[in-house]
């Protein structure tokens, strides 16, 4: 036992020393927090008087990001912020080859900010399958269909014209101008009726749905299912205050609606249900009524047709065939509410992937 026993204790760091040592590591502990100190010194004193630099650097830092968000917004009172980049957008497009999603139109040929996956020709299907109504409004109005003013405030090519003229509706008003600009400076045409396939990207939609809610007038959205399934849908549907017997009815084709795109690329079959939206302002009720019941007639008469072919085959039996409400050559469904596209099954009823599962979806398929 030569040497002295020394007990072992534990300082502030977890490390082990011996306790003679303790006085020394105190000392050595009193001058670095001294250092510390004095490293502090600088800040303190640019409390008191002049900013820090680094303060001065996170204040501008943030007031830049202010004034970032202001400028993002598009408009004001009432319009909604836009969507986040890395998720609207590929919401509603979805199902597009991503290097497609890259491309990018010819945009010296439009007056204002294009995408590319924004540009896609609505289909004479969608065209036709909106022309009854079109006919009972013209009745409504008193007009002509051929004197009934259509307004189409979104601009691809201007391919959907023959559409309406080929069936007879010739006052069809289509420009290559900015929508939201003719907005604001009160420069949009005088019309009976707007009716439009809008950009589905970033926040045209609640846009658009905006515009016509407070509007006003008659109007014809082609947007996607999901839409009406949407937050933003009821939100603005009671902040326009849109009376109960005004609110828009649904036209779901029995057909998903085919795009073309004006450079022949891209894939024609929609990734989406895409189905008309339809507030016809203070004729909404009765034209959703004269529309059904035109279908409600049709498939009656339908069915009448399959139970006589059913039964003349049969032996004069039954054959119980059931015309399924196809209305005859206006092979649509009309809803007037969304709980009955709910029951129908022509909405999405299940939660919606986000972008990054569905990419994953889609990958996994791929692979598979």
């Excluded at 760091?13 to 510390?36: E, I, V, Y």
């Excluded at 004034?67 to 408009?75: C, H, P, R, V």
Aim: net charge positive; hydrophobic share 30%.
């Amino acid at each position: 036992m030569g040497d002295r026993d020394e007990d072992v204790g534990v300082d502030f760091t977890g490390h082990f020393m011996k306790c003679s040592d303790s006085k020394q590591h105190k000392k050595k502990q009193r001058n670095s927090d001294a250092l510390a100190v004095t490293k502090q010194l600088p800040a303190r004193k640019h409390a008191k008087g002049k900013q820090h630099p680094e303060l001065v650097s996170k204040r501008d830092t943030k007031g830049q990001k202010r004034k970032t968000e202001a400028a993002n917004l598009q408009g004001g009172g009432d319009r909604t912020k836009k969507r986040k980049a890395d998720g609207a957008h590929d919401e509603e497009c979805d199902g597009r080859p991503p290097a497609l999603a890259k491309q990018r139109v010819d945009k010296e040929f439009w007056s204002f900010e294009v995408d590319y996956n924004d540009h896609f020709e609505t289909s004479k299907e969608a065209v036709q399958d909106i022309e009854p109504i079109l006919h009972v409004l013209s009745k409504k109005l008193k007009k002509s269909p051929s004197k009934l003013a259509i307004y189409d405030p979104f601009f691809c090519k201007g391919g959907i014209r023959r559409h309406y003229e080929q069936l007879g509706f010739n006052n069809f008003i289509h420009r290559n101008r900015d929508f939201y600009q003719d907005v604001d400076s009160g420069n949009l045409p005088p019309y009976d009726i707007l009716v439009t396939n809008p950009p589905y990207s970033a926040d045209h939609k609640e846009r658009i749905l905006e515009f016509c809610l407070r509007s006003g007038k008659p109007w014809a959205l082609l947007l996607p299912n999901y839409v009406a399934t949407k937050a933003y849908f009821s939100e603005l549907l009671d902040t326009s205050c849109t009376a109960p017997s005004q609110r828009p009815f649904f036209l779901t084709p029995r057909v998903r609606y085919s795009y073309d795109h004006p450079e022949g690329t891209g894939h024609t079959e929609s990734p989406f249900f895409s189905i008309w939206y339809i507030g016809l302002g203070e004729h909404t009720e009765a034209a959703y009524g004269t529309c059904k019941a035109r279908l409600d007639s049709a498939a009656t008469a339908g069915a009448a047709a399959a139970a006589g072919a059913g039964a003349k085959r049969h032996g004069g039996t039954s054959g119980g065939g059931g015309g399924g409400g196809g209305g005859g050559s206006w092979n649509v469904s009309l809803a007037r509410t969304v709980d009955t596209l709910r029951s129908v099954g022509a909405v999405p009823t299940a939660r919606r992937l986000n972008p990054k599962q569905r990419a994953r979806l889609k990958q996994h398929k791929a692979q598979s």
